[in-house]
């Protein structure tokens, strides 16, 4: 029977997705972003094996709180490095009636095989995709996470043509991401696709720095303050304004 290797669960998740959702954080993930606060997710191998069944079984206790929206969200570290188990759950899922969510930052993304048959066959089991885009300018991109953003964006072109629904999140960080030509330039990609349907500005924070001390991973942002509320205000004036789609 498949396993999959998960961090954490969480009963009542109120903002990863519509509703009161079940999350279920994956173990691993391939970038490697400066504000990251669950760095403890990051090794590829570890975690606790689990399977479908019982993830689901375990989910299922809680469905009384999902009301007619809720359901599960898969985030991670990053869900689609683990896409066959993905397949598994979301399948068993659909077949108990649950709603599906996947919170991904889209680095695994490729339209080469056999990674790309999966992700097409993924879509048409998820009812919405919560994507981050770290940063819109490939450079930039690398700097803050280790890897550019190409086929990040490129995942989310596809989305946008296969009609699958995306709320897009992005990190406001000080010096990093907080510039307003950048931000605009993130608004004018989101205006080119489809199907999001909501816009999030997530304000940058501290709270996983003694992590990165557990791990012995030196923090590079200790000096870096969380947004003003002007400057959040600002970001959620040029990226959450009302979309087309």
Not at 83 to 88: G, K, N, P, S, T
Not at 128 to 153: M, P, S, V
Not at 159 to 175: A, K, M, Y
Request: proline share 4%; charged share 20%.
């Amino acid at each position: 029977m498949m396993q999959g290797y998960i961090h954490s669960t969480e009963s009542f998740g109120a903002a990863d997705g519509p509703g009161v959702r079940f999350l279920i954080f994956m173990q691993g993930c391939a970038l490697r972003c400066r504000y990251c606060h669950n760095p403890d997710t990051w090794a590829l191998h570890g975690g606790t094996a689990v399977t479908a069944q019982a993830l689901l079984d375990t989910a299922e206790r809680y469905r009384a709180y999902w009301g007619a929206a809720g359901g599960i969200t898969v985030s991670g570290g990053e869900p689609l490095l683990q896409i066959d188990f993905l397949l598994e759950l979301f399948r068993k899922a659909k077949q108990r009636g649950i709603n599906t969510c996947i919170d991904t930052a889209g680095q695994p993304f490729t339209r080469e095989g056999p990674f790309f048959s999966k992700f097409r066959e993924l879509c048409t089991l998820t009812d919405l995709f919560l994507a981050d885009i770290k940063h819109i300018d490939a450079r930039e991109h690398k700097k803050l996470t280790g890897r550019g953003n190409e086929n990040i964006l490129d995942m989310l072109r596809f989305l946008s043509d296969t009609g699958n629904p995306v709320w897009i999140r992005h990190v406001l960080v000080p010096q990093l991401t907080d510039h307003d030509e950048f931000l605009r330039a993130t608004r004018a990609f989101i205006d080119t696709l489809h199907n999001v349907q909501r816009v999030e500005v997530l304000p940058y924070h501290a709270l996983g720095i003694f992590k990165w001390e557990a791990l012995g991973v030196p923090y590079t942002l200790t000096d870096t303050l969380p947004p003003s509320q002007a400057r959040i205000r600002n970001a959620e004036k040029i990226l959450c304004k009302t979309l087309k789609n």
